[in-house]
């Protein structure tokens, strides 16, 4: 299993993940780890249908997610992890899933926090997860889209 992209996203799978993200992601399967979209039949299935066709998918919790990477159901796959939050993925890395790259995209939270970018901001509580997160070994950049020059996440907040 290897984690071949992860990003910090308030609208998961959509138009720029897809056109822009999912081609360099060089990856077999999207996961999409998010609480409220995994227990909502409804926006689950709209966000399938979002899927572009060869790529298997996974929408799921994350206690589901932790409890399938514990148990290795994903051996031998390349994922792109898609979630709102950063304390999604220091949960993973606390279970030894490695991530050697984490983009933070666009936020819920806009106006409101650190700012990041103009499409993200994290509150002070994020920040930290965000410090644990890098601590832990992964690399932290803001880039909302491909064409946008990265900025390392440890040059705005310290």
């Not at 999912?22 to 227990?39: G, H, S």
């Not at 990041?116 to 410090?131: F, G, K, M, Q, T």
């Amino acid at each position: 299993m290897k984690i071949t992209m992860a990003r910090i996203d308030n609208r998961l799978l959509h138009g720029i993940v897809i056109a822009q993200y999912l081609p360099q992601a060089d990856c077999q399967r999207i996961m999409v780890i998010d609480d409220e979209v995994a227990n909502n039949p409804k926006k689950k299935e709209m966000m399938m249908f979002a899927k572009p066709d060869g790529y298997a998918a996974s929408i799921i919790p994350l206690a589901k997610a932790l409890e399938n990477f514990k148990n290795n159901k994903y051996e031998g796959q390349r994922i792109f992890i898609l979630a709102k939050t950063p304390q999604v993925f220091a949960a993973l890395l606390e279970i030894g899933v490695p991530i050697p790259e984490l983009i933070i995209g666009a936020t819920d939270r806009l106006n409101e926090g650190i700012k990041l970018s103009n499409r993200a901001y994290i509150s002070e509580e994020e920040a930290d997860v965000c410090r644990h997160i890098q601590q832990m070994g992964t690399r932290i950049i803001v880039q909302h889209a491909p064409s946008v020059t990265p900025v390392e996440l440890s040059k705005i907040i310290h």
